[in-house]
Structure formats: C-alpha cells, structure tokens
C-alpha cells in the first residue's frame, strides 16, 4: 500500500490523469504451462469411463492460475513496450517521447496514470484487444477505498468501511473517545479472564489493521492490540472497543496527498526505551512524507534489548 500511496502521490503532484481499469473473468486468460487434468464436471457423461478433461486455459480454484493470469498480462504489456518496476513487481512504466504511462496492477484491478489523454486512449484499446477490460473512468474508488480529486490534491479516505467496522461491533450508539488508545497502558500485564470467543476479537483487530491504509492515527494502537491475538483478555477487547470509540468520532478521516508540490522526500521517525514491560524491546515509529504527503507510516517492536538511553 506504500507503492500505491506513493504511486498517487507522484500522480498528482505532476497533474496527470488517473483512470481505473476492471478485466472482465482475469483468471480465465491464462495460458497453462503444465498439465494439468481434472475429473469430468457433474452432469458430464463418457462413453469410455474413467476418463478425464485435460485443461487448455486456466480454471479459477487452481493454484497456478493467478501466476498464470499476471504473467500473461506481464508479457502483453512488455510486447507493447512497457518496463517493469525492480522497486515493485506490480508497477509498469512505459515512455517514449514526452509521453509517459504508468500502470498499477493488483490481481484484476489496474490503476491507469498518463500525462497524454490519446496515448491513454491508445493503450486502453490495446489492452482491450488482449484482455476484454472495463473502463470504469476517472479513479474514485479502489480497493476499498474512496478517492476523491479537488484542485487541493488527491483524498484518501475509508469512511463507509471505518463505519461498517463501528456498526458490525454495535458500537454506533457508544461515547465517543478522545484517544485510540490510554497513555501508560499495560495491556501487556493484563490478568483478567481469557475471552471465551477469541475470532471476534481477531477479527476485529485484522479488519482495524487495514484500517491502517488511510489511519496513521491509529497505527500505535492496532500494533498493541496485534499482539495479544492468539490468547487475547477482556482487557485487550475493553482497549479495541475504544479504538472504535476513537473512530467513530473522526470516521471521515482521511489522508491528503497534495497537488503541485515539490516531490522531496521526509522522514520522521521516534522510538521508546524499553516500553514494552515482558520482553523489554523498545517500539520504533516513523513516517514517510513525499512532497509534505504521507505516503508510509509503521510501529515496530525493536528485535534488541535496550542496555542503555544512549
């Protein structure tokens, strides 16, 4: 998701065009590299039992089709001349000229940059050639995120899944909360009973984490309560339970990644001593920003022990 921050971000600070892009059944256009059978469908009879059906394409359910599928989409677009990213396997940049497109693919979802409405055009029709696709028009809604373009920048925002998290938990009539988490906690001594169904905590924690793509104002608090998954406490559900509060407050938080900036890159990183109060382990934070616009933000729990301040 950094890629993807970053991606948008250099996006529009250059004031390029975004546009999404749907393949319609992706995982049917691979070609199998190997031999693969499968047993005759139900209702499917043969004269001559005990035969089998001998795949010619890929079939969704087999282990090798999304390989099969991105490979296949990889040699469409190097044929049409575009590079592939060494610093992410999921970006393709093609130029020539002054012309450049950069494309963002995740399984069957492309992201389409251009600094050149008719090469845009021309590509589209290219790929639509090789594999029927969609095009859903300007970028507004990508992967459970709600883009939004003003003449400030780029908003990226996760409110109708921040929501649905705060309503799932039936939370939506609750007080709201200052803070995601309490100052000084030690959820790490917590010594309250076990939860009798530990999935819903789990659930709730993994569904926070990603959350994370457009809250780094709640990353501290989701890396703590991530850690108690496999034996979590009435205590560590009480502190979840506040992080909706928290969210319920601000559910159109969002981040902004800015237009017309200066593309320079800022790193602002932080760490304890020793807060942890079992293993010792200081915790590390940092946040990236390109062009005054977050693009990556982390809470680490340092490998080390801490001997000292210095």
Known sequence: MASVRCFLSVAVSKGWELHQLDVNNAFLHGDLDKEVYMTLP????????????????????LRQTPRQWFAKLSSELREYGFVHSYADYYLFTYQKGNIFVALFVYVDN??????DFGASKEFKAYLHKCSSINDLG????FLGIAVARGPTGL???????ALEIVDE??????????????????????????????????????????????????????????QFMQAPRQEHMTAAC??????????????????????????????????????????TGYLVTLGGSPISWKTKKQTTVSRSSA
């Not at 300007?138 to 809604?141: A, T």
């Not at 908003?155 to 899944?161: D, I, N, P």
């Not at 309250?192 to 659930?203: F, G, P, Q, V």
């Open 110 to 115: 492309i992201v389409l940059a251009s600094n």
């Open 42 to 61: 139900p209702g499917f009879t043969c004269a001559t039992p005990g035969m089998v059906c001998k795949l010619q394409k890929s079939l969704y359910g």
């Open 155 to 161: 908003f990226l925002s996760q409110r109708k899944y």
């Open 169 to 226: 938990c039936r939370l939506l009539g609750a007080k709201l909360s200052d803070t995601p988490i309490g100052e000084n906690h030690k959820l790490a001594l917590a010594s309250r009973s076990y939860l009798d169904d530990a999935r819903r905590y789990r659930r709730l924690v993994g569904r926070l984490i990603y959350l994370n793509i457009t809250g780094p104002n709640v990353c501290y608090a989701v890396h703590i309560l991530s």
């Open 242 to 283: 506040q992080v909706l509060c928290y969210i319920k407050g601000s559910p159109d938080c969002r981040i902004l990644l800015r237009a017309n900036n200066v593309l320079h890159l800022s790193v602002f990183c932080d760490s304890d001593w020793g807060a942890c109060p079992l293993t010792r382990h200081s915790l």
């Open 138 to 141: 300007p970028l507004k809604y």
